[in-house]
């Protein structure tokens, strides 16, 4: 598998592509060796780890008599969900046109997702307790089930609920900058998404201002006065947190 995997059909990269081949680059109908979620989906592709056992590693698609929302779903499915024996059996099915093959194969596909878990961290791939989504779109597809974390991690990776990013977002992974304590960090990651919502003028206010106090390019009465920004939108935040999270909270 390539060190710095990026989908192999628009390119987009991540910490967490779904492996489709285990051909090298450039081969394989013009797929490298990981999809994004959208074009998984868009393309109908098939992770590698559920190909059928005559599988050479080239890319496969989902025939069509697998309909598009058992496609999504399938693509949702966390780690260690064995399907490989009936997508075998499905394409063998598909390969003699034996429609009673394929709807067996089809019908076992649905209910192996409807008996699987659900969403689960992206990081530590705990299913307890509420999931919070931390990115969305081309640029973070993930690996079907979206980019979702539990608490810890949300606040161990200091990562930024998606509702909360800045407007300059483009749907990707956002962690918060160092300017912003680590107990503010934690009170943050117990907000609901109403409240990160009115918090997100504040953190538009932020977001430029912690990038030009942190550049070593920046002319010193610039980078003071993005610092001073950065810091007043810090006390913005810690105010807004401290009638709905006590200081003393978690």
Known sequence: MSLDPRCGHCGADGPALTAISLMTAGTGAGWSQHACRPCLLSCRLIPVVHHPVTSWGEPHQWPADV???????LADLAPGVALQPVVTRLFKAV??????????????????????????CMYCETVE??????????????????????????????LVPFIAHPGTSAGGLHYWPEVVPTDLVRRLADLDDDHLADLRPV?????????????????????????????????????????IVPENGR
Do not use: M, N
Not at 67 to 73: I, K
Not at 101 to 116: Q, S, Y
């Open 203 to 243: 953190i538009d206010r932020l977001w430029p201002a912690a990038a030009i106090g942190s550049a070593r390019t920046t002319p010193d009465l610039e980078r003071d006065a993005a610092r001073a920004i950065a810091e007043d939108a810090v006390d913005v935040l810690r105010a807004a947190v401290r009638d």
């Open 129 to 158: 307790g509420p999931l919070t989504t931390v990115a969305a779109g081309e640029a973070a597809a993930g690996p079907g089930r979206g980019f979702q974390t539990c608490r810890p991690c949300l606040v161990e990776q200091r």
């Open 95 to 120: 390969r003699a046109a034996a429609g009673y093959g394929i709807t067996a194969a089809v019908d076992e596909l649905r209910a192996a997702v409807d008996a699987a878990p659900g969403p689960l």
């Open 67 to 73: 309909p598009d929302d058992l496609v999504e779903r």
